[in-house]
Nanobody, 123 residues
Framework: QVQLVESGGGLVQTGGSLRLSCAASGHTFSGYAMGWFRQTRGKEREFVAG????????FYQDSVKGRFTISRDTAKNMVYLQMNSLKPEDTGVYYC????????????????WGQGTQVTVSS
């Protein structure tokens, strides 16, 4: 049973930084893609960043390129999202997710989700 547990959210001012962590357990994740998604009230969940567990290849939504960095620690089974130069529009609940199939950027292709962690960026 795959379990994903996020941590690291909080309140930060515009221009600040946060690092989100996702502890993954219950499976061997080689062949998996790990993603970070976010959701704001009234909007659909959107892809933020993704990483292939084995190769480390990364993908980003255009609006976060150059500001966010996704990484993984295969020894600790951890996935991280370093968020710099935060903007109010980055506010939302951030979810860690895992998939062994489909598109790395499509939420519909992800089978496993964490409970989410709130990120609030004040202006």
């Amino acid at each position: 049973q795959v379990q994903l547990v996020e941590s690291g959210g909080g309140l930060v001012q515009t221009g600040g930084s946060l690092r989100l962590s996702c502890a993954a357990s219950g499976h061997t994740f080689s062949g998996y893609a790990m993603g970070w998604f976010r959701q704001t009230r009234g909007k659909e969940r959107e892809f933020v960043a993704g990483i292939w567990w084995s190769s480390g290849r990364t993908f980003y939504q255009d609006s976060v390129k150059g500001r966010f960095t996704i990484s993984r620690d295969t020894a600790k089974n951890m996935v991280y999202l370093q968020m710099n130069s935060l903007k109010p529009e980055d506010t939302g609940v951030y979810y860690c997710a895992a998939t062994s199939r489909g598109s790395i950027s499509s939420s519909e292709d992800y089978d496993h989700w964490g409970q989410g962690t709130q990120v609030t960026v004040s202006s």
